[in-house]
């Protein structure tokens, strides 16, 4: 399969909890390529992958596939609380920075900084 096919396939596999970006698929891919365990053939315009012998082994003696253990145990309601927490920072961010002052843009990083300090001291139980 393509690139794009396989980032698909890992999504779906992980039941959505895993979604790698092509900036790491695709050199991972000619990484691959360059060690000998996938080669590569260009149809219809794009570069279609498959495993070698010698990929074929590596991946069989490996550990189990990573998208195995995406996802188990995770609370979705909470994971998409997060992200729509996260999503809502984000766009408040982009806000002040496409509309705000120099000082509200420096007073904007200094809330982000501290917020993820904060993070962090949670994960230490500390207040």
């Known amino acids: 399969m393509h690139g794009y096919e396989m980032i698909q396939e890992i999504g779906e596999r ?60 995770l609370d979705w309601e909470v994971a998409q609380e997060i992200r729509q927490a996260g999503v809502g920072v984000m766009e408040a961010l982009a806000q002040v920075w496409k509309t705000g002052t120099k000082e509200q843009r420096t007073k904007a990083l200094a809330v982000v900084g501290d917020a993820r300090k904060k993070l962090y001291l949670i994960l230490a139980d500390q207040d």
């Open 14 to 73: 992980s039941g959505g909890t895993w979604r790698p970006s092509p900036g790491s698929v695709y050199p991972t891919l000619q990484l691959l390529e360059d060690e000998g365990l996938i080669s590569s053939v260009s149809e219809g315009g794009k570069k279609l992958f498959t495993l070698t012998e010698e990929g074929r082994a590596e991946a069989e003696a490996g550990p189990r596939a990573p998208w195995e253990e995406a996802g188990r145990g």
